[in-house]
């Protein structure tokens, strides 16, 4: 076998193992097995989006995937992979420029516990420290405000905080098993969560939760006070200037969607389950598509 053939052989079961990882569902198991030949032997793109973020001072879109982290830049109109890592990177939030959180499942090179626990990059997702909870959590929802953070474990179905910046963790108590959940912009006690069919309110840093509303559930997006956004499973786009409503239908995805953003009022990012990004800017009535896989 040829340096070349053995070097594309590496990347293919680099991505392969990384595909098999997701499946673990709730287990929090990479369960990352290579089976047989891929498909594909070409990198798959930003398939099976988890997180979106957005910074406002590159205008880059950053995109967390199964298979890696993707950044799309603002005249671009396909994303590209940041470095050479297949992390499947499943909680994931920009607290500010430069600085990520998330966690996961690591890339099958590194030799690392199957749950990330809460990690941390500070160069744009290029590469990854492990900040807690390695080996013990798996976030699949991952919020963040200054130093106050919130991650929903589905390893242990259990909501945690953390009031310096994730080093230290309290449980919570879940209201369900979590679809997301947001911060208020001007209070970080104050949040809102998805569950299958309820919306949960909490004034006390998810110590206690009561019902807003039913029949609304989904991805959420909280970008400034009094205007909240609710992607629904099957595309979709609702909107309320309280958790309790009347939310108002807005425009539609158009697709089952995989996660939602907002940057400032109006500007919102959503991924569907096909890797397609789409962008509103006019708080969701319509969308373009900015990229695909």
Known sequence: ???VARAVLAGTLVVAVAVAGCGGGDSG?????????PLELQDPGPVHVH??????GSGTLY????TGMFELSAAASTAVRIGDRHQDTMGFTLVEPGRFLGSGHPDARDDLPSRLGLIESMDRGRSW???SLSGEADFHVLRAQGRSVYGFDVAAKRLLASSDGGRTWAERAAPEHLVDLAIDPDDAE?????GGAVLYRSVDGGRSWSPAASGVAGYLAWPVARRLFVATLDGALLTATSAEGPWRARGSL???VAALHASGGTALYAALHDGTIKQSDD?????????TP
């Not at 198991?29 to 030949?37: H, K, R, Y």
């Not at 995109?63 to 199964?66: D, E, M, R, S, V």
């Not at 104050?190 to 998805?194: N, P, Q, T, W």
């Open 190 to 194: 104050h949040l809102l969560a998805s």
């Open 254 to 256: 158009a697709g089952e």
């Open 129 to 131: 420290r492990t900040l």
């Open 51 to 56: 997180g979106l973020g957005y910074d406002k």
């Open 283 to 291: 708080g969701g009535t319509t969308w373009q598509v900015r990229s």
């Open 29 to 37: 198991e990479s369960g990352g097995v290579f089976t047989g030949v």
């Open 1 to 3: 076998m040829t340096r």
């Open 63 to 66: 995109i967390a995937t199964h």
